[in-house]
């Protein structure tokens, strides 16, 4: 990796959405059409967050959430095309995970197409979680009163 301008930043007030966007459109068939509001929502709600930049040119990304102690998943990692094979990848994975937040029993992470990439990582194949519930606007929240109810109940 000889890439002086290159710069890791966990500053979330950093990241430029409209580039991350870009670099989703670009990189992520999975990620394309992301609004920037729903960018910047789903980086409020992460922690950590890393970006990847070559001087003001946003290159890398990945994100995580976790509950600190039991589970984390990664989530999003892109590499710009013309960056991939020189390191910047792993070393973004390795950030992530370095994180004091993810100082946890397990790391979730999910992909298509680079299983062996994050197997260099130490990542393993798992088979016994692939549950997904999609289109979760059609379930209806309980009302107010009776999450309330259940509160006072302990339960």
Known sequence: MNYPQIQF??????IDLEQLQQLFNICAFW????SIEDLSIAISNSEPVISVCDGNQLVGFARATSD???????????????YRGTGLGSKLVETVLSHPRMTVERVYLMTTHQQGFYEKIGFQRNTTTTMVLYNQANLEPLP????????LRGG
């Open 68 to 82: 600190g102690i039991y589970r984390a998943t990664i989530w999003d990692v892109v590499i710009h095309p013309d």
């Open 31 to 34: 990620a394309r059409e992301r």
């Open 144 to 151: 107010t009163e009776e999450i309330q109810l259940q509160e």
């Open 9 to 14: 930043s966990d500053r979330k007030s950093e």
